[in-house]
């Protein structure tokens, strides 16, 4: 059986989550200037658009990645 570690720093608090959203974008703004592609779990895509577009970004679609099995947690 595959043993799966726990990812370090995946337990932020909300407030902390939005915080670290809006400093990686700051970076990501500095360095890109292009289109950006994050790869993230829907939960928190809320959280992301509304950090992204406060950041002055232009949230315009989405691309589903459907897959052909479970993933276990």
Same mark, same amino acid.
């Given at each position: 059986? #595959?043993?799966?570690?726990?990812?370090?720093?995946?337990?932020?608090?909300?407030?902390?989550?939005?915080?670290?959203?809006?400093?990686?974008?700051?970076?990501?703004?500095?360095?890109?200037?292009?289109?950006?592609?994050?790869?993230?779990?829907?939960?928190?895509?809320?959280?992301?658009?509304?950090?992204?577009?406060?950041?002055?970004?232009?949230?315009?679609?989405?691309?589903?990645? #459907?897959?052909?099995?479970? #993933?276990?947690?």
């Amino acid at each position: 059986m #595959v043993k799966f570690d726990k990812i370090k720093g995946d337990n932020l608090s909300e407030e902390e989550f939005e915080i670290f959203l809006l400093n990686w974008l700051k970076l990501g703004f500095i360095f890109c200037k292009g289109a950006f592609y994050i790869c993230m779990s829907a939960k928190e895509w809320g959280k992301l658009r509304k950090c992204f577009e406060a950041m002055g970004g232009h949230w315009s679609s989405d691309i589903i990645w #459907v897959k052909d099995r479970l #993933v276990p947690l």
